[in-house]
């Protein structure tokens, strides 16, 4: 006797157990989900250099969503620096940014504006990615513009790093696709 549901379709399916139709059935949803956090996860190379031209740097970032990351930042001094990095939205709190604070000691305004852990920080950076990056002579700290913010830094972005000597490193990130 054939599976009526088989016979519509023209040919005789063999029985299966309710385990091997419920794993046939859910392994391309499962493939999908995996997909598409995969898919979540990007990242991307920027390049950047000191205003005189003395220092030049290799950034490269990776999003685990789209608005949290690590980069990482090798000098041409032979220096790396890492850590994390954060979109600032409406929603972020100072909280949320703790990492950011990590070797600058309090608020410092100076040339760049409020840094330090206050609720006016995420009002003047919203819509802006910030990071801080340890390396072997302190903190470099970082803020871009985004070209695309829907997209996180996969859009883009322009934007200036700081390091522990208060040397400025202009950066650019292209859209990744």
């Known amino acids: 006797m054939t599976d009526p549901k088989s016979s519509m ?3 005789a399916c063999p029985r299966t157990s309710r385990t091997t139709n419920w794993v046939t059935m859910r392994l391309p949803v499962l493939a999908l989900a995996v997909f ?13 250099s000191s ?5 030049s740097a290799t950034f490269t970032w990776k999003a685990v969503s789209r608005t949290l990351g690590t ?3 090798l000098l041409s001094t032979g220096e790396t620096y890492q850590g994390p990095f954060f979109q600032i939205t409406r929603e972020t709190t100072v909280d949320e940014l703790s990492p950011l604070w990590t070797g600058w000691e309090g608020a410092w305004a100076g040339p760049w ?4 852990p206050r609720e006016t920080f ?8 910030v990071a801080n990056l340890a390396g072997p002579r302190g903190h470099m700290r970082c803020r871009f513009n985004l070209i695309h913010p829907s997209r996180g830094m996969a859009g883009g972005g322009k934007g200036r790093c700081q390091l522990p000597d208060r040397t400025i490193i202009d950066a650019e990130f292209p859209p990744s696709s």
């Open 9 to 11: 379709i023209g040919f």
């Open 36 to 48: 598409a956090v995969a898919a979540c996860a990007t990242s991307g190379v920027g390049m950047g």
């Open 51 to 55: 205003n005189t031209g003395a220092i």
């Open 71 to 73: 980069m990482t930042a």
């Open 113 to 116: 504006g409020l840094w330090g």
């Open 122 to 129: 995420v009002t003047e950076y919203t819509g802006k990615v």
